[in-house]
């Protein structure tokens, strides 16, 4: 293909290299049939993908310009043409016109490639979007032009890299937008319309962004669902051996801490009940005697104990707490527990150990009225043979959906319950499977 700059005549010779190389795009000053110097088309190309494709299979594009100009400026080593960036008294052509010319003609010869490579990053970035981390929907709305800046990425832990710097940067033009408008205010508004027409605009912004948020942690709840489904399996398939119940109750609470150690977001209370999240205090594999809202010398250990708040319009000095919720793990997987081990008896030793302590109120006075607090206690297990004879013993009853046994114990004031992991999950999911299709079945 030939061209004239400026009078000068200069030929480019399109080329398409369909071999499997590491090349990248490029276009090439060439002297005497020679190429002296290639010069990279990322820049101009900006985010196409390193390989272009069209009927013929996948390529990468190399452009060879020739021309007498080029010929006379090589230098003695062939490895540069040596003329200046910008034309001068000497030299009417510059590099830079050159190189901008040919870069031209290259986008126009590759224009349909480029459009059908683009079109189809998109549908990479979207899809993944739409289906795996609805979070960044705010961007395709509100940044659509961000399509051009990501790069052609199909590794998704790359291209959430790519999504979440797009979205630091989204958030800080939000930011600079907010104190714009508040600006404005401060000084005075000139046209109202249009300042209300901002701040509308502006609005609808940070509700998409607040949407994300909450699509984040929709998110977070499927990912922790989906992790414990697979703690619940053999962790080694050959040994058939399966993950400790510490792992399950690390991921719905973490160990040895308690709720001032930890925010809302560092724990997964809401797997086993959502409710579990409002409370007074909360301590997790903590001894009885070591517990701040009790006096107690006892040594044992429960896995969580949870001391709710107390009634609004009860007094205190009477009963300082509405409940209290013991929960209590067993190992995925494990069968034969004996008499010596029944979890039933063990959470009616926790339950005893509490009553016959003294409770405090939220100002540290320690008060003896224990006997009008009721208890929650769930135990997650697998049911196998040795269980369902201890509910039985126990005379537990079946759920309504036959995975699981509770009961009400009086003596206690105490509702328990048997809760199997796959119940357990089947449950959360039920739960919050509106939140699930909700967020990724939008329009």
Known sequence: MDVDIKGIPFKIVHSKNY???????????????????????????????????????????????????????????????????????????????????????VLDYLNKDITESNKKKAEIVKDYVYNKNPKYRLLLKNRPELLDEIPWITDEEKLEMELFKQEQKFKLELKREGKELEKELKEGVRDYQSYIQKRNTYAEKVSDMGKSNLAEYVMHRKAILDILAQNIKYKDQEQQKYTYEKNIHQLIFPMTKTSDDIDYLQHNLWIIDEKLAYHHYLASDMKLKSMSEIDNDSGKEPDIVIFDSPFAFTDEQDQP???????????????????????????????????????????????????????????LCDVDLSIKKLAKLEDLKPTPDNMGYYKYIDSYKAYLEIIPYNKLIQDSQKRNKILFDKLFNQV
């Open 19 to 105: 071999m499997k190389t590491k090349e990248k795009h490029t276009v090439n000053l060439c002297a005497n049939h020679w190429v002296v110097q290639p010069i990279s088309l990322s820049k101009i190309f900006g985010n196409v993908n390193t390989k272009l494709e069209d009927d013929k299979g996948e390529f990468t594009y190399s452009g060879y310009v020739m021309s007498e100009l080029l010929d006379n400026h090589v230098n003695r080593e062939r490895t540069k043409i040596e003329l200046p960036e910008q034309p001068n008294l000497v030299e009417p052509i510059g590099s830079n016109e050159i190189v901008e010319c040919m870069e031209s003609m």
């Open 321 to 379: 707490y509405r409940n209290i919720t013991i929960i209590e793990f067993k190992r995925p997987g494990r069968e034969h527990y004996t008499d010596a081990e029944n979890p039933v008896r063990q959470v009616k030793e926790y339950m005893d150990d509490i009553v016959e302590g003294k409770v405090k109120t939220k100002d540290g006075e320690f008060l003896s009225g224990t006997e009008n607090i009721r208890f929650f206690c769930y135990i």
